[in-house]
């Protein structure tokens, strides 16, 4: 039986039970250690702290872990630095993915861009690289991500409201009219399998049109079914195993033909902002992660092909310690998986590189000024857990999208923190904690226990019928609302120390004027110019490949070339597919 067949759990813990361990600290030194230790708290630490000696911190989408007072050898009495732990740039990758970290190239400062038309946010984005972002990472509207066009009735008032609205490649050569898609880092979160197979087919056929090789292309898509499937919130749903199979299918032709492009991110991101706790965010985006590497396996790549351009995307939110904690941990899972479980020869195949955002659904209305403490924090947690790549929310994104003042304000806060703080010049500085150290171990024992459950359902797919990940997302989320009401998840200004004088206003983001309008207008035109004859073939020929299961990807690009629309190419997979009922109840 190939490795990949057995149970996650058994077969890492089976791997490391075979590992001989040569514990860091020396054992008549834990022996000495651990009397001085039972005499001090039996002497010094009153019976209230005794009593409470293991608490769990309440924090938003926290991962709920028991804390000790103080940590000390005895936390992690069987610590082994070469196994556990390593050198940075070493298995298991533990304290970062290259030797020298921050110190050779710094984090990407990727910050989100998106909203009005594709004239407003092309303005956004000069605005951005002029003040020196260094990576694109372009939010599109509602409408455009659940892949309705702007003329729909569904679409009437979301049209560039929350992001950018996109209907056809002509609005994608709009979008990114002189900027050097050939030079910069471009994320486009396109959220779900099928949008990304709709959206980035515009984004090449409008590289092809300015003659700019697709293999000079950088980037990533989203391409996550969970996102689809789970976290989405539009009307009308595929099914979850051929919305996999487009998942996977943008995979196999983007590693084609885009070799530079990161083809999939694994999205923990929006799972945890819906609701989920920080362990079922990693759980489900690594159980994701071995179930499309399983497919491609089966489509007959190597399991190095696949694995060398995996990305994940998390969130990071208020538990410090915690986030930082757990970007080590999913980084050394990530590694004994893919070493163990696949057998990659390719050493960077069991690189878990990752995109962190801030918490967005941490932030508060109330006294909104405070949001720029908690970004800044949230940030900080990420650059100590080695982060490929930083997205810091906006302090005024409780409102709306970030008016160019708040959104250059949260770009400034990366490049302090690159900067001016030193926190970059030492690798993985809290490496070593006894803390840090002993909690990252229990997050990925939790993790992997987490992934376990799953697998045991059936598979990452199988669970998201059955409703299962929707449960543990509404249960928690649930809790986590108790939580705040009882104030045991304390936010300032909220529900502690709120103030009875009125904070000073803020200014909030003005939507551009008669954007709807415009985007309409535009696929008046488009219909009125293109041929019909050309529209009806590419879409013809997609329904085709969709129903006899051959990969989709080239017929969606020839549907963007000859100006189908967003919402025409997803009324095929509609057609093709048929539509799926989440379970409504768990």
Known sequence: MPEFRKNTKDLILENDSRQERVPLYNPEAVKRIEKEFKKWKDEKVSKKDNDNWCVTPHTVIGSEIERELLYTPLSN????????????????????????????RQFTMRQLTGFGSPEDTNERIKFMLDNGVTGLNILFDLPTIQMYDSDDPVSRGQVGMSGVAVDSVYDMELLFKDIPIEDVSISLVTHYP????????????????????????????????????????????????????????????????????NFITLNGYNLREFGASGITEIAVAITNGMETIENLISRGYEVDWVARRLAFFWSAASDFFDEVSRIRAARRLWYKIIKNKYNAKDLKSTWMRCHVQTSGISLTRQEPLNNIIRAAYHALSVVFGGAQSLHVDSYDEAYSVPTEESALLSLRTQQIIQNEIGVTEVVD??????????????????????????????????????????????????????????????????????????????????????????????????????SKKEVEK????????????????????KCAE????????????KKSYGLWKPPVSY
């Not at 009495?77 to 050779?104: A, C």
């Not at 590419?538 to 690009?557: R, Y």
């Open 538 to 557: 590419a879409l013809g020929d997609l329904e085709a490949a969709c129903i006899q299961k051959t990969n989709i990807i080239p017929f969606s690009v």
């Open 429 to 530: 500085p809290l490496g070593g904690s006894y803390y840090i150290e002993t909690m990252t171990g229990d997050i990925e024992e939790k993790i992997l226990n987490e992934i376990d459950e799953l697998e045991k359902a059936g598979g990452y797919i199988c669970s998201i019928e059955k409703g299962m990940i929707q449960k543990k997302i509404a249960e928690h989320f649930y809790k986590e609302q108790e939580l705040i009401e009882k104030k045991d998840i304390k936010l300032v200004g909220q529900n502690i120390f709120t103030s009875e004088s009125k904070a000073p206003s803020i200014n909030v983001f003005k939507y551009p004027l008669d954007v709807e309008e415009k985007q309409k207008e535009r696929i008046a035109n488009l219909k009125s110019s293109r």
């Open 77 to 104: 009495v069987d610590f082994d630095y070469m196994i556990d732990s390593g050198n940075s740039g070493q298995e298991p990758f533990t304290r970062g993915l290259h030797p020298n970290m921050y110190r050779g």
């Open 562 to 573: 000859v100006g189908c629309t967003i919402g025409e190419i997803f009324k095929v997979f």
């Open 194 to 261: 099928s949008n990304t197979a709709i959206l980035f087919p515009m984004f090449l056929a409008m590289a092809k049109k300015r003659g700019i090789s697709w293999d000079k292309l950088k980037g990533s898509v989203q391409n996550d079914v969970t996102l689809e499937e789970v976290v989405r919130s539009g009307p009308e749903y595929i099914p979850p195993k051929d919305c996999f199979r487009i998942q996977c299918d943008n995979i196999e032709f983007i590693r084609k033909n885009v070799p530079l492009w």
